[in-house]
């Protein structure tokens, strides 16, 4: 498949995935005296065609799967997953971060293990981080938390569910 | 002080080192005294696989929650007479992650700690200085005896 | 015929080099492994908890101790992810000393490997003579940046000390040095027989595995994958210097992805750098070091930025990516620090499948995490425990290679 520039990128998810691209943008920087450029996909989907958004991705170049982070915005939670395509060319490489809101009413999102098996410690550590279930994980266990860490409690979650009450008191 | 440091070892300090949360930074430098530049092993000190041959506990990092009681195993595993170092401001304050919600604390809210080697990371001169303080210790312990 | 036994094998979880050690758990028959689980997590500080408590220049110092051997990729990658997300221009001349500093990190990190690995398989006279020959350049860094370790000299928008014409020789005479001597490791690594021994188709990660797992670094790398961020990305200065992706047939001409090819691409690596290096300083831009000087003013400033950035950096270990929200306020609101071995852990699966207890040490520490540490091994054999100890189970890699060597 021919090499796809960060615009034609863009219209590619727009094609396979039509009103489901709720926002796109592409971020171009450039760095020391030659002002070669770099550049980032951001990707906003529907939660409902997250699964497929990969899929296509896939369709471009087989990604590399960096990692997932995750942002607690009051109602919802914002889920990023970082990827890179066309790695293994001097200078060609672009981020392509697929992001996805999950409503806190319904924090379920489905694995992607099957697609990238690279994503599973990313997977294990939104489902204790950030309390989502991913649905279809391989391995359901913790991996950075103690297993007698308090059940319910989130560390990256800025609402009651956050690790407020077992922080130390440096002054006691 | 000083005439003291001038007798001779009556023996050669077996050294365990145990990570309990460390950055790594420290870590490096306890291998870098041991290796050729700064050779701790001139004054008879040694690393040993296993607490129970070691006369000095030198331990790295803040406490984290999970190894808390592997602290206290490791401890009280050791023969008597015994000295505890804590290498880094981490583990002798908490250092940059006093507030984390996975951190208990500094070690000494733990073990009783004997030496500390303060820095981030301290150098292996300060490293085999905090060493050499404990050896003072231990000859005053075993004096005791 | 009764049922084969299995025996369980739990080594760990004191373990130094990651930001998680880990604790390994081996199905294991007789000698081979059929089974590897790891539970990870012993040092989980809870890091990005407290940078969303700091500002960004207090995150610095944090970010430095995420890992005390690759303290100038985080800061890095922490920087060009805050730089990004708020728009700054980082002037040329900060942009070369960046990479003059990540690469002797890269120098010092990869003969620190060395040493390690060749501990690891009982040669511990390679570990002193290469520790021995880092000790040079931790001299050049605390030359340059005033610290051994955590050299405190990123800072966003920039570097905080410059490099001046009157460095250079001392800068020169440490390359030489590395030049002259780095054929002695080398020619160890390479030729020595007990060394072939031990390396050569131990450890296997194929090509698709390693694409498959997202595995970074010279991990990768020796498995045939290009992937390089200094190749890949024109990162700091190294989109304007002369760099290629080392791969181990650039020196034995065939990719195997054991153990063998994982140290060919690190020596290869220390080679490299030591020409970055000297790309760098032939090319050094004259200029400011720093964006905005006053600290007081960037912060101002960056507490009024909205948006997002994604900074990569290439680390010793591999890929570093640092994810930043900034959503107006003195701390970031999100903070994401991907460190090279989180990604590493999951190739190790395939690597130590089928290998024997003995290659564990060495295996284990091909992907850089240092296993020099690992605490203690238990042996379940039915209802006895044998307690292994690290010194066990080291004594059983050395008396391997002692086999071999016959």
């Known amino acids: 498949m021919k090499r796809l520039t960060p615009e034609e990128i863009v219209e590619y998810f727009n094609d396979k995935l039509k009103e489901n691209i709720k926002d796109t943008k592409i971020e171009r920087k450039t760095a020391g005296k030659k002002k070669n450029e770099f550049c980032t996909v951001w990707l906003k989907v529907d939660k409902s065609v997250f699964k497929d958004a990969v899929r296509e991705l896939c369709g471009i170049d087989f990604p590399h799967f960096a990692v997932a982070s995750g942002s607690d915005m009051g109602d919802y939670i914002e889920l990023m997953y970082h990827f890179s395509v066309y790695y293994g060319e001097r200078l060609k490489e672009i981020s392509i971060t697929i992001s996805v809101d999950l409503p806190k009413t319904d924090l379920r999102i489905d694995s992607i293990c099957d697609i990238i098996p690279g994503a599973l410690i990313s997977e294990r550590e939104i489902q204790e981080m950030l309390g989502i279930k991913v649905e279809g994980i391989p391995d359901n266990r913790r991996i950075f938390l103690p297993e007698d860490f308090p059940e319910g409690v989130y560390p990256w979650r800025k609402d009651e569910k956050g690790p407020q009450n077992l922080v130390r008191d440096m002054y006691e | 002080m000083k005439k003291q440091q001038l007798e001779t070892l009556k023996k050669s300090l077996w050294v365990f080192h145990m990570n309990t949360g460390s950055c790594n930074g420290c870590d490096i430098e306890i291998v870098a005294a041991l290796t050729p530049r700064y050779d701790i092993e001139r004054f008879g000190m040694m690393l040993v696989g296993t607490p129970r041959h070691a006369d000095v506990l030198l331990i790295t990092g803040p406490l984290i929650k999970k190894m808390e009681d592997k602290v206290k195993r490791v401890y009280e595993q050791m023969p008597e007479p015994k000295v505890v170092i804590v290498v880094g401001n981490c583990g002798s304050t908490g250092g940059v992650f006093h507030e984390s919600y996975s951190v208990a604390g500094p070690i000494d809210k733990v073990i009783p700690v004997d030496v500390y080697v303060p820095g981030c990371p301290p150098r292996p001169e300060a490293i085999i200085n905090g060493v050499a303080k404990a050896w003072l210790k231990l000859e005053r312990l075993e004096g005791k005896k | ?406």
């Not at chain 3, 080099?17 to 809870?46: Q, S």
């Not at chain 3, 730089?83 to 960046?98: F, L, S």
């Not at chain 3, 609101?333 to 590493?344: D, E, I, M």
Request: glycine share 6%.
């Open chain 3, 1 to 406: 015929m009764s049922k084969k036994t299995t025996y369980t094998l739990p080594i760990g979880p004191i373990h130094p080099a990651l930001k998680e050690p880990v604790a390994f758990e081996f199905e294991t028959d007789g000698e081979r492994i059929i089974n590897v689980d790891f539970h990870v997590g012993h040092v989980h500080r809870g890091i990005e908890w407290i940078g969303m408590h700091r500002n960004p220049v207090q995150i610095l110092y944090i970010a430095e101790r995420i890992c005390g051997i690759c303290n100038i990729c985080h800061p890095i990658a922490f920087c060009r992810a805050v730089e990004n997300a708020a728009g700054i221009e980082v002037p040329e001349r900060a942009d070369y000393i960046r990479v003059i500093m990540a690469e002797l990190e890269r120098i010092h990190s990869h003969i620190l490997w060395a040493g390690v690995a060749a501990h690891e398989i009982g040669f511990d006279t390679v570990l002193h003579l290469s520790w021995a020959m880092r000790e040079k350049v931790l001299d050049l860094i605390e030359y340059l940046t005033g610290n051994r370790i955590t050299k405190a000299i990123m800072a966003v928008g920039g570097v905080r000390r410059d490099i001046t014409e009157n460095q250079y020789p001392t800068i020169n005479n440490a390359l030489n040095y590395y030049k002259e001597n780095l054929d002695t490791i080398k020619s160890v690594f390479l030729d020595d027989k007990s060394i072939q021994m031990r390396a050569k188709n131990c450890g296997i990660l194929t090509k698709e595995d390693a694409l498959k797992l997202c595995a970074v670094g010279p991990t990768t790398r020796a498995s045939g994958v290009k992937k390089d961020v200094r190749v890949d990305q024109a990162y700091c200065a190294y989109g304007d210097l002369n760099i290629d992706y080392m791969t181990p047939d650039l020196l034995t001409g065939e990719v195997n992805g054991d153990v063998y090819d994982r140290i060919v691409v690190r020596l290869l690596e220390v080679e490299q750098s030591i020409d970055l290096i000297e790309q760098c300083i032939d090319m050094l831009p004259a200029g400011d070091i720093m964006a905005e000087p006053k600290i007081p003013k960037l912060l101002a400033m960056l507490k009024k930025v909205e948006g997002d950035g994604i900074g990569r950096a290439e680390a010793p270990r591999g890929e570093v990516i640092h994810y930043v929200k900034l959503k107006a306020g003195d701390a970031p609101f999100t903070w994401k620090v991907r460190a090279p071995t989180y990604n590493n852990l999951l190739p190790w699966v395939p690597m130590l499948l089928g290998e024997e207890v003995a290659d564990i040490p060495i295996v284990a520490a091909s992907t850089d995490p240092c296993l020099s540490c690992t605490n203690r091994a238990i042996v379940i054999k039915g209802n006895k425990r044998e307690v292994l100890d690290n010194e066990a189970l080291h004594r059983m890699s050395v008396e391997k290679t002692r086999r071999l060597a016959l």
